[in-house]
């Protein structure tokens, strides 16, 4: 149980154009999802974190018009990278909060590989 | 603010070989201890963690982690390796009152035969 699909897996778009990337929790309601960047061979910084029906909290640094996200629904969050360019190319990850009330954990999405050219 | 350090960048190993990997992390609070595997091209997966109780964790694929409260330690070991365990392996925290992950630098395993 407790699964997060991301889609799509890889994007190649064109500098200035927008890309949205979705995440789906399959058989349980998120409330809350994170989304995180990944640098090659480097760790993961959290972007900002989504709860559903309200606006997402960015992190520091995070360019909120930039890296749009949108968590209409109890199972889907967006994030839309808007105006891309080739630094923004990198890994981009999800999670969901699963579980309530302190022992809750995480569940992540497979990731999606932006390529901007 | 809590911080996860992971001394080891990459660490080579041979199979069926034992594989230690550090992790220490800093907090003023109660913080909760994670362990992920992220193999190439892919999101992360849980490996173990620690909530409460007894120090010593273990998954189902022979890794342990043990609670050092004393140290700040988190470290995960493995007696015998296999060529499948090679992947980026994090070790996380959160606090316990809190709600965000944060991750070490994460660790590369490199299993050779």
């Known amino acids: 149980g407790a699964v997060v699909s991301q889609h799509p897996s890889r994007v190649i778009c064109k500098s200035g154009t927008s890309v949205k990337i979705e995440c789906r929790s399959l058989?349980?309601?998120?409330?809350?999802m994170f989304w995180y960047r990944q640098f090659p061979k480097k760790s993961l910084m959290l972007m900002a974190t989504?709860?559903?029906?309200?606006?997402?909290?960015?992190e520091q640094g995070v360019e909120k018009d930039k890296f749009l996200i949108n968590h209409a629904s109890l199972t889907l969050s967006t994030l839309t990278v808007t105006s891309a360019h080739p630094e923004d190319s990198s890994f981009y990850i999800c999670?969901?909060?699963?579980?309530?009330?302190?022992?809750?954990?995480?569940?992540f999405g497979s990731g999606t590989r932006l390529t901007v050219v | 603010a809590q911080s996860v350090t992971q001394l080891d960048s990459q660490v080579p190993v041979f199979e069926e070989a034992p594989v230690e990997l550090r992790c220490n992390y800093s907090?003023?609070?109660?913080?909760?201890l994670f362990w992920y595997v992220q193999y190439p091209n892919q999101g992360l997966q849980l490996l173990l963690k620690?909530?409460?109780?007894?120090?010593l964790v273990e998954s189902i694929n022979g890794f342990e982690a043990e609670f050092n409260k004393s140290q700040t330690s988190f470290h995960l070991r493995k007696p015998s390796v296999h060529i499948s365990d090679t992947a980026e392996y994090f070790c996380?925290?959160?606090?316990?009152?809190?709600?965000?992950?944060?991750f070490g630098g994460g660790t590369r395993v490199l299993v050779k035969p």
């Open positions: 999670s969901a909060r699963v579980g309530d009330k302190g022992y809750y954990g995480y569940t």
């Open positions: 058989d349980f309601q998120a409330t809350t």
């Open positions: 989504s709860n559903e029906g309200s606006k997402a909290t960015y």
């Open positions: 996380a925290v959160r606090r316990a009152a809190g709600n965000k992950l944060t």
């Open positions: 620690y909530l409460s109780g007894s120090t």
């Open positions: 907090s003023s609070v109660s913080v909760y």
